[in-house]
């Protein structure tokens, strides 16, 4: 049984991860078959896996387990029946869904399950992502906690503070500032506030650019990163089936 485990691990797994690495990369010559199969493999495994895992983490330990212990009687509890037979009862309605006739029965389960993900979506991007970068934005403009870190003093500190503050001015300007123009009025040259606020916009939307731009660098750096793993995967699995004939 070891030499068997041994065998799979040095020879077929290698093997395998070779050919579907090679299946993947065939996409660098347009849709095939071989793509198509290595795409719906990875695809069927990870869903295979996150039903698995969701069943025997969740569904398990939280709904069923708990509906067994409780039984008949402890189920008739007001706080049991809350707690169980509810979540039971929205995740049968769910299942439903599946089936083309009282697919309509999900509907309430689907909005149920949409409004709290959406619910803890916005809450967590509310207390995790937007206040905690607007202190760090309000935070790097006092010298006594950036200087000590980057070193930055005199001259240099203050031009990257007034990059910063229009930056982060021009590009709420971009999504802020709107213009309506009434009819017969197209042909009008703007008024001084119009054409600043036209102009700060054109600045937020170059810094915008400026960051997708960095944001695609990085995508695309990562990406040739994993590619060269790869084919350096491809190379080792080539090199060791060599050397062990």
Known sequence: MTEITTLVDALIGPIVAALLTIMVLSYLIGDNPFFRLATHLFIGVAAGYAGALAA??????????????????????????????????????????????????????????????????????????????????????????????????????????????????????????????????EGRPLGPIGLLGKGVSALGRSFIALAFGVMYAGALSATLLILTQRVQFLMDALTGLMAGR
């Open 56 to 185: 025997r983490s969740v569904l398990w330990p939280g709904l069923f387990r708990p509906i067994l212990q409780a039984g008949l009687g402890g189920l008739l509890n007001p706080t049991a029946a809350l707690t169980l037979l509810v979540p039971a009862l929205l995740g049968f309605l769910l299942v439903l869904k599946l089936v083309p006739g009282p697919s309509r029965l999900g509907t309430f389960s689907t909005a149920f399950l949409v409004g709290v993900g959406a619910a803890v979506v916005v809450g967590g991007a509310i207390t995790g992502t937007l206040i905690p970068q607007s202190m760090a934005a309000m935070g790097t403009f006092d010298p006594g906690v950036v200087s000590p870190q980057t070193g930055e003093t005199g001259f240099e500190r203050v031009v990257n503070m007034v990059i910063l503050l229009t930056g982060t001015l021009s590009t709420l300007a971009y999504f802020r500032f709107t213009l309506r123009r009434g009819a017969g009025s």
